[in-house]
C-alpha cells in the first residue's frame, strides 16, 4: 500500500473560496479546515464551543490563511444566521459550505427518548438544512455560484443498527443534497456528498467504537486499517475545486471497501494467508 501524499495539489486549488465548515473546530472539520486553507481558500470554522473554534483559527492563521470563527448551534437557524453574518463581516461573502457537524450514539432504538432521537436528527438533518438554506439564499441572492458538500457515512444508503437517528437523518441529508443538485442546478449551485467509513477522531470513537467494537470495525476493512485524515481531506478538497464542476448530487464512498466486504459472501478469504485461502480452495476443486 503506497502511503497518501499529503499535498497533491497545487498551490492556489481553492483561492477565491470562502468555506464555512460545521464543526469545524475539532475532528474531520478541522482536518478539512487545514487542508482546503493550505490550498487557498479562506476559512470559517463554526460550532457549540468557542475554545476549538478559536484554536483552530489560530492555526490557520499560522499557516498564512484567512480565517475566522462564529459560535453557532446549527439547529437553531437564528444561531446559523448569525454565525454568517459574523464571517462575512470578517472575510466577505461565504461561497462553500461543508456539512460536518453531527451527533450520535449508540442506544437500542427501543431504548431512544424523545429528546435523544430529536437531538441527534437536529444536529444532523435540520443543522445541515439550515446552513445549506443560509447559504442558498444568500448565493441566489448574490447571483453567485457555489458548493455545498455534505459529510454523511456509508450506512447512509443502508441504514445502520444501535445508531437508528443518525442513520435515518444521513439518509435524509443524502435526499437533500440529491434534491437540491436538481432545483439549484439553476443557480450554479453544486452539492455533493462525501460518505466516510471509519476514520479515527475523538468524538466519533469516543462515542461508538466501545469495547470490542473497534476491533471488530477494523476486521472488516479488507486492508486492515482505518482512513488517515489526508485521504479524506484530499477528496473534499477535489470536489470543492474547479477539477470538478459537472460533479453533482454525487455520493463518494470512502472506507477502503468496508461497506462492499460485509456483503460480500466470500470476503472472509481476503483475511486469510492466501497460501491458505488457495488450499482450501484447491480442496474442494474436482479431480482430474
Ligand atoms: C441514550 C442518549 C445518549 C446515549 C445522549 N442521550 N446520549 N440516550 N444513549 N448514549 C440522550 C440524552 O439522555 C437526552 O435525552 C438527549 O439524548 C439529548 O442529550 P444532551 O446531552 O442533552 O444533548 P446535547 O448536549 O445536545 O448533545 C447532543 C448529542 C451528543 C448528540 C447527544 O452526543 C453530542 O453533542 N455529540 C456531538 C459530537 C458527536 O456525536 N460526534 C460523533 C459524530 S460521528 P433525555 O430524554 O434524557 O433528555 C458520526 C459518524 C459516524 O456521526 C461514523 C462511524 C464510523
Redesign the pocket.
Given at each position: 500500500m503506497t502511503s497518501v501524499d499529503r499535498n497533491p495539489f497545487r498551490a492556489g486549488l481553492l483561492e477565491g473560496r470562502t468555506i464555512l465548515i460545521t464543526g469545524g473546530g475539532t475532528g474531520l472539520g478541522r482536518s478539512m479546515a487545514l487542508k482546503c486553507a493550505s490550498a487557498g481558500a479562506k476559512i470559517a470554522v463554526v460550532g457549540r464551543r468557542e475554545e476549538p473554534l478559536k484554536a483552530t483559527v489560530a492555526d490557520l492563521e499560522k499557516m498564512g490563511a484567512r480565517a475566522d470563527f462564529a459560535t453557532c448551534d446549527v439547529r437553531d437557524s437564528a444561531s446559523v444566521r448569525s454565525a454568517f453574518n459574523k464571517v462575512e463581516e470578517g472575510l466577505g461573502p461565504v461561497n462553500a459550505l461543508i456539512n460536518n457537524a453531527?451527533?450520535?450514539?449508540?442506544?437500542a432504538s427501543e431504548?431512544?427518548?424523545?429528546?435523544?432521537f430529536d437531538?441527534?436528527v437536529k444536529?444532523v438533518l435540520y443543522g445541515t438544512f439550515n446552513c445549506t438554506r443560509e447559504l442558498g439564499q444568500r448565493l441566489i441572492e448574490r447571483k453567485a455560484t457555489g458548493d455545498v458538500l455534505a459529510i454523511v457515512?456509508s450506512y447512509a444508503t443502508t441504514g445502520s443498527a444501535f445508531v437508528l437517528p443518525?442513520a435515518a437523518a444521513k439518509a435524509g441529508v443524502l435526499a437533500m443534497m440529491r434534491s437540491l443538485a436538481v432545483e439549484w442546478a439553476t443557480y450554479g449551485i453544486r452539492l455533493n456528498a462525501i460518505a466516510p467509513?471509519?476514520f479515527k477522531t475523538e468524538?466519533?470513537f469516543s462515542?461508538?467504537m466501545v469495547g470490542e467494537l473497534e476491533k471488530q470495525a477494523l476486521k472488516r476493512v479488507p486492508s486492515r486499517r482505518f482512513g488517515d485524515h489526508d485521504e479524506l481531506t484530499n477528496l473534499v478538497a477535489y470536489m470543492l475545486s474547479d477539477a470538478s464542476p459537472y460533479q453533482t448530487g454525487d455520493c463518494v464512498t470512502i472506507d477502503g471497501a468496508e461497506g462492499i466486504f460485509s456483503g460480500q459472501q466470500f470476503a472472509g478469504f481476503a483475511h486469510l494467508d492466501r497460501t491458505a485461502a488457495k488450499e482450501m480452495m484447491s480442496a474442494v476443486k474436482p479431480k482430474k
Open positions: 453531527a451527533g450520535n450514539f449508540l442506544c431504548d431512544l427518548s424523545d429528546n435523544a437531538a441527534v444536529i457515512t443518525s467509513g471509519p468524538g466519533a462515542r461508538l
